[in-house]
């Protein structure tokens, strides 16, 4: 198979998570042998992570380990037995609101989490460990497009924090391990299959129950909505990509193997358009319920992707229209409504 995946180990963190079972899928596809890991939590509900799983489980070359990754020890243990060439960490306590009642579920997966997968790949060197970060940690940024070259020293909710801790952790570790790393801040990802805790599903399920939809500032918020499907094409391109020797886009010190890249569709929308669109889609009438700004909530998302445009060639495009009617249909025939 052409493919710089065929025939590579890759483990997957978060597997049966949105982005994790869609990349598992892709990786498969490439001829890769995909190494699987997951705690199945309840933080939403379970049987949409075993139906992502089901999609997976009797493919050739996949394997799943259920694991807690801040179990000291567990994952360098794991790759110790499957010697994996590439990692690619999407693992994590999502959500800003929850962190707000639920702080230590962040510093337990996002932090300790984050720090076995990075002693786990220095113990057991791979050729590139691609992680998730997050377009929160421009937190009260202003400047738009946000640039990965911004200060980002102005986070506002605790899963900001762990993310942007994240990305200083691994820096850390490139710094004095050499380990080459990828980190990529996701902006608001959306498709088939997505997390139920996100707005666009929240609005879908309420629209088709007919209940109304709670909406924030008056839908004036901004967000850079990013579908699945170039989610998955671009950690497929960068994960056999490592940081090159010298100067490249994404670099962060001199010397240094280590990237970011926004990952975005650079076109941000309103929440009232989203919820439009969505209108359009399922043919139901919004019933609005105004509510003030949240904790937490920032007023605008928005990506510069030209470092990795320059990168890797690609960068995501697809028109909310079009991402949200494929949305929309995916839950219609997951639900079984007509």
Known sequence: MDSDLAGCRVLVTGAAGFVGAALSQRLLAE?????????????????????????LADKPG???????????????????????????????QAGVRYSIDHPRAYTSANIDGFLEVLEAARAHPVRHLVYASSSSVYGANSKVPFSERDAVELPISLYAATKRANELMAQTYAHLYGLPLTGLRFFTVYGP?????????????????????????????????????????????????????????????????HRLFNIGNDSPVTVNEVIRVLEECTGRPALREDLPMQPGDVERTWADVSALRAAIGFAPHTPLQDGLRRFVDWYRAYHLIG
């Open 193 to 257: 299959f997505g997390r139920p805790d996100m707005a666009y599903w929240k609005f879908t399920r309420a629209l088709l129950a007919g209940e109304p939809i709670p909406i924030f500032h008056g839908g004036a918020l901004q967000r850079d909505f990013t579908y699945i499907d170039e989610i998955v094409e671009a950690l497929a391109r960068l994960t056999p990509r490592p940081p090159a020797a010298g100067d490249e886009p994404g670099r962060i010190a001199p010397g240094v193997p």
């Open 62 to 92: 996949f394997r799943f380990y259920r694991m807690d990754l801040s179990a000291a020890g567990a994952l360098t243990a794991l790759c110790g037995a499957e010697r994996p060439h590439h990692m690619v960490h999407l693992a994590a």
């Open 31 to 55: 001829g890769a042998t995909v190494i699987g890991v997951d705690n199945l939590n309840d933080y939403y509900d379970p049987t949409l992570k075993q139906a992502r799983l089901a999609l």
